[in-house]
């Protein structure tokens, strides 16, 4: 720290070690205590669920916080001796199949709300404020009861099919995303669409052509946030899916640690973490919108 | 968005006047291309409403079909006028959103003010034929039947039929409501039915799985008597033990003698001593249901308990959230500070997890003999077993699933916050916090105010929040049916489908009152939301 020579009136000024060190801890010192805190705190389930996965034992009391060894056991148990592919496709189904539909039926009732006025309109938006109060899961009971007596006369719409559920989740499409879709349609220029209809284009050659293109990234974020939601919802499917086969990868797993608590565990965080998987690459491809937010405020200090 | 007024545009000034159609300016011109898919669509379309309704056909069900008939009718109608652009944009969505969001909310009111439950479901004439019919006893001249089991549903689940071939030969199926000529069955060289139009046979392993199904099932054929199964191939018809007579409106056991009379107020019928028929009907409660939630001293004790827990539940992890949240926002808000990307891939590591998972891990860690936080406090505590450890778990691994979205939320709310407001108030002569606190906050407030209200909405309803970490547990010994982390929405839950009698009308009668909560909650927050403004936009 020493070794250079300086002027000797400078001397005056320059701080001692001990100073600095005040400085530093006023000014950064005590983020970098908080955050290590915060990391900790934020990182050790994460860091657990991987040890556990990893752990050749595969029971919880065995399982520590750092690894303590890696082997492929669980994945193969899961993958061997639970239907785990049959669970990971019926998520995966159920999450695209939902995310796709809504994205749709979400844009094309944005359009109409941003580009067009009709009667109905103002009552059409407030209503779906509205409604967005209302979880569709809080009618549980009337959709369990309607759909016994659907199953009755169509079982491929009732309990322990795709698409009773996948009937459910879309009555969910028109929500608080047909808002957030129409405020980005809103700020795509009217010109554009006019134009095009100077030109002969129809209001479906406006939307599918001129709109979709523009509005990507509306659609990305939307998609992505039904995906999760999706993957993640237990309430609706745990009433319609009873049957071992029908089971979304969520209530596999519920049901893994449900009767063998301790045994399981191993194979359980396996599982915890493909579940994790989908939702870690959609965080992985929103980090850009993220980032760029932070840095295009963090140029100016 | 001035030019949101007119709709002329599309058209040049002084082209010829075309009358203006309801969606504007779109030219109603469309390419071959267009026509052919438009035509598929339909096309699919009303196979699927011919396949949907067939069934309901079938089965007789005519407003069923009417009201299919009917859907599939507006949708001809607004595909194929030229006054209707923005339905066609919005009528799928609007299809979705009736059926299975605004029904369901009213079909639950409707059940609220009901009694329905597990041997409630039928109306009473259904609940006298299934008595009748069960009480069925062989006499000595009865008739025997060759017999068929099958249903015209899911060979699982699907209702049971009986096929019956009688000794001369005529054919019937037979249900719950009663028999039927079966005029167009295939029927094999013993008399035996193998197959009708409408109906699936069932193997005989499939009648195997169902048979206690299959003891309880008869037909009623009217004075007192019905057909019921004697082993897989035969039927037989018998009296039954059991009658209803209209004049009293009672059913009469005639083997003991004993009299039951119909209640209608609560929907069974019960005899002198007050010992009622396991079957009973759906009867209209009125508002027994809500009175039992609020005053009922049992009923009215835990459900107030539970409202109290869950305002409690929803605004604790709301603001410790938001606290934490805030704090590591404002922690790593500063200029050159090392590793901050590396801190903020980590603490936004939770928020980038499957929630669903993430509870299953934190119960697990929980729990008392394995798991992780009691073995690394060298503690022995039955984080579950306990009333206020319980909850205290809880909003723990809430705060770790929330933070980071707030924390993601607060970063971008403060670097609209300029700088400079703080550092000129700190010159005045403000210290740091009375900077932040009468500067900074306010300011973040306008931005983050809708968020928070938005994340207490979630929260009074997260279900797996609770559900999938106590299952609303610990239940104490003197109330088995609600518990001390019990949200209104795990109660409902829990009596619903977790009980060993299903008791949808108290359920029901639960969702309308959470939806009265938060219609309450959300009327005060929307009057001082600005998101009402946009629509005119």
Not at chain 1, 157 to 163: A, E, I, Y
Not at chain 2, 11 to 24: C, I, K, N, Q, T
Not at chain 2, 388 to 408: D, E, Q
Not at chain 2, 454 to 477: I, K, Y
Request: net charge neutral; aromatic share 12%.
């Amino acid at each position: 720290m020493t070794a250079y020579t300086v002027d000797p009136a400078a001397t005056r000024y320059r701080r001692t070690a001990a100073t600095r060190f005040a400085l530093w801890a006023a000014r950064l010192g005590w983020r970098h205590a908080f955050m290590w805190v915060v990391a900790a705190f934020a990182v050790f389930p994460v860091l657990f669920v991987v040890s556990a996965a990893l752990n050749p034992l595969g029971t919880l009391s065995s399982a520590r916080l750092w690894p303590t060894g890696a082997s492929a056991d669980n994945a193969l148990d899961l993958f061997g001796n639970t239907p785990f592919t049959t669970w990971y496709a019926n998520s995966l189904f159920f999450a695209l199949a939902n995310a796709a539909v809504t994205v749709l039926l979400s844009a094309l009732a944005a359009y109409a709300f941003s580009r067009m006025r009709f009667r109905g309109r103002r009552v059409g938006l407030v209503g779906l404020l509205v409604i967005q109060m209302f979880p569709q899961f809080l009618a549980i009971v009337a959709l369990y009861l309607m759909f016994s007596s659907i199953g009755e006369y169509r079982p491929e719409l009732g309990f322990d099919t795709r698409w009773g559920l996948l009937l459910v989740y879309l009555g969910g499409a028109l929500s608080i995303n047909t808002w957030l879709m129409k405020g980005f349609f809103d700020t795509v220029p009217k010109e554009l669409d006019e134009s095009a209809q100077m030109d002969g284009a129809t209001h479906a050659q406006v939307f599918f052509r001129i709109m979709l293109p523009l509005v990507t990234p509306v659609l990305a974020i939307v998609g992505l946030l039904v995906f999760i939601n999706t993957v993640n919802e237990f309430l609706l499917a745990s009433v319609f899916l009873r049957d071992t086969d029908a089971k979304t990868l969520g209530l596999g797993l519920y049901q893994l640690v449900a009767s063998q608590r301790n045994a399981n565990f191993g194979m359980f965080s396996v599982g915890a973490i493909m579940l994790s998987l989908p939702t870690l690459m959609v965080f992985w491809f929103l980090q850009r919108y993220i980032t760029e937010g932070l840095t295009s405020g963090a140029v100016k200090g | 968005m001035a030019a949101s007024e007119h709709d002329s545009a599309g058209a040049p000034s002084g082209a010829p006047a075309r009358p203006p159609l309801p969606g504007g300016r779109f030219a109603p011109g469309t390419s071959l291309t267009a026509h052919v898919v438009k035509i598929g669509l339909l096309g699919l379309f009303t196979a699927l409403g011919v396949w949907a309704v067939l069934p309901l056909y079938l089965a007789g069900h005519w407003l069923g079909l009417a009201v299919a008939a009917g859907v599939v009718a507006l949708v001809y109608h607004v595909y194929l006028s030229k006054r209707t652009v923005p339905a066609k944009y919005l009528l799928p969505g609007v299809l979705f959103l009736v059926a299975f969001q605004i029904l369901p909310v009213l079909y639950t009111m409707s059940t609220s003010v009901t009694n329905m439950s597990d041997g409630h479901r039928v109306d009473k004439q259904q609940a006298i034929a299934s008595i009748e019919s069960l009480s069925v006893t062989r006499t000595p001249d009865a008739e025997e039947y060759t017999l068929t089991v099958a249903t015209a549903g899911d060979p699982e689940t699907g209702a049971l039929v009986f096929l019956l071939t009688d000794p001369e030969g005529r054919t019937y199926t037979g249900d719950e409501e009663g028999l039927d000529p079966l005029p167009t069955a295939t029927v094999n060289a013993s008399g035996r039915i193998t197959g009708a139009f409408g109906y699936t046979v069932l193997t005989p392993a499939q009648v195997n799985a169902r048979s206690a199904e299959l003891e309880e099932f008869a037909v009623p054929t009217g004075d007192g008597a019905g057909i019921r199964s004697s082993g897989l191939s035969t039927a037989f018809e018998g009296t039954a033990v059991r009658s209803y007579d209209a004049s009293c409106d009672c059913v009469t056991d005639s083997e003991t003698g004993t009299v039951y009379t119909a209640d209608d107020e609560r929907g069974a019928f019960y005899g002198p001593e007050g010992d009622r028929l396991p079957q009973g009907w759906k009867v209209n409660v009125g508002f027994d249901n809500f009175a039992r939630f609020l005053f009922d001293p049992t009923f009215a004790s835990s459900f107030f308990g539970i409202l109290v827990w869950n305002i409690a539940f929803a605004v604790a992890v709301t603001g410790l959230v938001f606290v934490v949240g805030l704090a590591v926002a404002m922690a790593l808000h500063v200029p050159r500070m090392r590793g901050k990307a590396l801190y903020r891939i980590l603490v936004v590591l939770p928020y980038a997890m499957s929630s669903l998972a993430m509870y299953l891990l934190w119960r697990d860690m929980f729990n008392t003999d394995f798991g992780l936080i009691n073995r690394m406090l060298g503690l022995q505590i039955d984080w579950f077993g306990d009333a206020w450890s319980a909850r205290a778990a809880v909003i723990l691994a809430n705060v770790w699933l929330g933070y980071p979205y707030m924390f993601l939320v607060a970063t971008g709310a403060l670097q609209a916050v300029p700088r400079e407001l703080s550092q000129a108030a700190q010159i005045d002569g403000a210290g740091r916090w009375q900077a932040f606190r009468h500067v900074t906050l306010p300011l973040l407030m306008v931005a983050m105010s809708p968020i928070l209200v938005a994340t207490f909405a979630f929260n009074f309803n997260n279900f797996n929040a609770v559900w999938l970490l106590t299952r609303g547990g610990p239940l104490s010994s003197e109330n088995s049916t609600a518990g001390a982390t019990d949200l209104l929405i795990t109660y409902t839950y829990r009596l619903a489908f977790n009980e060993a009698t299903a008791q949808y009308g108290y359920a029901a009668a639960l969702s309308v009152m959470i939806f009265v909560i938060v219609s309450l909650i959300s009327v005060v927050s929307l009057r001082r939301s600005k998101a009402l403004m946009e629509v005119d936009r």
